[in-house]
């Protein structure tokens, strides 16, 4: 029996425990305040990843506003093959028109070149004719000049001659050429 009786607690027992348990709730009452400045310290940490959060939302939701622009606006591959192909085509068509028209120019330039240029040759033609006749006129003229001039020249030798003699005849002095 002696076994089966436990002590009876003393009123210092008691205290201790008492005083055991006071402890520890204290403990546990300064634990509960530093998980309720913890918890209050994820809160607010909490409130900020919502705001940061939010905010992302509203650039994700911007940058999908973005895509569906894109998207709905934006020339695809097929479209960009598609225009290159009739930018080529109406390349083409114009290179094609304007060899066309260079050519049409080109025969247009050439029949004007060779009329102006017969046009000039013929007027050429007639500026050396007329000129010739020009020369010969003068060559002509001074063939008769020449001529009419040695006949002046040989008719005063004759009268200077004759004047010589006269002077001589008559004695007189003979004048100084």
């Known amino acids: 029996m002696y076994a089966t009786m436990q002590k009876q607690p003393t009123m210092l027992d008691l205290a201790n425990m008492i005083q055991g348990l006071a402890d520890q709730f204290s403990g546990l009452n300064n634990e ?42 934006a020339a695809t591959k097929d479209d960009l093959q598609e225009v290159k192909k009739e930018l080529t085509a109406e390349i083409n068509r114009v290179e094609s028109s304007l060899t066309a028209e260079i050519e049409r120019v080109e025969s247009i330039l050439t029949v004007e070149i060779n009329r102006i240029e017969s046009s000039l040759t013929a007027e050429i033609n007639r500026v050396d004719n007329n000129l010739l006749e020009h020369a010969d006129y003068v060559v002509g003229v001074h063939k008769k000049y020449d001529t009419e001039l040695a006949a002046v020249v040989s008719k005063q030798h004759r009268h200077e001659t004759h004047i010589d003699n006269l002077h001589h005849y008559l004695g007189l002095k003979k004048r100084s050429s």
């Open 32 to 73: 509960f305040k530093g998980l309720k400045t913890e918890f209050q310290g994820l809160r607010t940490e909490f409130e900020g990843l919502s705001n940061k959060v939010d905010q992302n939302s509203a650039s994700i939701e911007s940058l999908h506003e973005t895509v569906r622009f894109i998207q709905d606006n």
